[in-house]
T-cell receptor, first 115, second 116 residues
C-alpha cells in the first residue's frame, strides 16, 4: 500500500538558518511526489513536485526538494528560513503503477521559524 | 481571483441534518477532487471526477455521502444524516489532466464542518 511518513511533528529553526522538513514514502512502483503548505484555516498551496528527471526540484518561495530513490525520501529544504515560512507542510505521493489519481498525504510537519 | 472556490467556508449543523457543500474549480480544469482533513492529519481522498464522470470513490465515502458534478464544472458534496464524526475540513481540488496522473492538484480554501 502507498504511504507517506513525515517523522517530525514539528521543526523549529531560527530565521536565516537553513531548514529541512523530512519526508519518506512507500509505493509499489515509481512515485510522483509533491509538497504543499497550509496556513491556518486555509487550503493547501502547491510548492513543488517531482515527476522525473533531475533529482533536485526547485519550487515556490525559494523552496527545493531532493528526490532520493535509494532512501525513498523527498526532503524539503530552504537555504535561509523566513518567519513567514512558519506553517504546516505536507508531503504527498501518487504511485504511478497504481490505478487512481488520489494523492496520499503525510500527517504534516509544523514549521516554526523564530526571529 | 481564478483559484478554486468553496462555499460555505464554515457550517455548523446538528446531528442528523443534511448538509451540502459546493466547489467551483479553476476554469477549464477537467478533474475535480474531494478530500477530508481532520485535526492533526493530512487530507484523505474521498472521490474524484473527470469532467462529469465520477471515476473513483474511497472506502471513506459511506452511503451517506454523495457527490455530483452534473455539467463537468462545479461540484456538490452532500452528507445526509450527519454524525459528529463527520466534523472535519472538506477540501476541493482541481487539475488539468492531459493524460496520465502527473498533473498538479490545486486546492480551495475548504469548508469547515462542525456537527453538534
Amino acid at each position: 500500500a502507498q504511504s507517506v511518513a513525515q517523522p517530525e511533528d514539528q521543526v523549529n529553526v531560527a530565521e536565516g538558518n537553513p531548514l529541512t522538513v523530512k519526508c519518506t514514502y512507500s509505493v509499489s512502483g515509481n512515485p510522483y511526489l509533491f509538497w504543499y503548505v497550509q496556513y491556518p484555516n486555509r487550503g493547501l498551496q502547491f510548492l513543488l513536485k517531482y515527476i522525473t528527471g533531475d533529482n533536485l526540484v526547485k519550487g515556490s518561495y525559494g523552496f527545493e526538494a531532493e528526490f532520493n530513490k535509494s532512501q525513498t525520501s523527498f526532503h524539503l529544504k530552504k537555504p535561509s528560513a523566513l518567519v513567514s515560512d512558519s506553517a504546516l507542510y505536507f508531503c504527498a505521493v501518487r504511485d504511478i503503477g497504481q490505478a487512481g489519481t488520489a494523492l496520499i498525504f503525510g500527517k504534516g510537519t509544523t514549521l516554526s521559524v523564530s526571529s | 481571483d481564478t483559484g478554486v472556490s468553496q462555499d460555505p467556508r464554515h457550517k455548523i449543523t446538528k446531528r442528523g441534518q443534511n448538509v451540502t457543500f459546493r466547489c467551483d474549480p479553476i476554469s477549464e480544469h477537467n478533474r475535480l477532487y474531494w478530500y477530508r482533513q481532520t485535526l492533526g492529519q493530512g487530507p484523505e481522498f474521498l472521490t474524484y471526477f473527470q469532467n462529469e464522470a465520477q471515476l473513483e470513490k474511497s472506502r471513506l465515502l459511506s452511503d451517506r455521502f454523495s457527490a455530483e458534478r452534473p455539467k463537468g464544472s462545479f461540484s456538490t458534496l452532500e452528507i445526509q444524516r450527519t454524525e459528529q464524526g463527520d466534523s472535519a475540513m472538506y477540501l476541493c481540488a482541481s487539475s488539468l489532466a492531459l493524460g496520465g496522473h502527473q498533473e498538479t492538484q490545486y486546492f480551495g480554501p475548504g469548508t469547515r464542518l462542525l456537527v453538534l
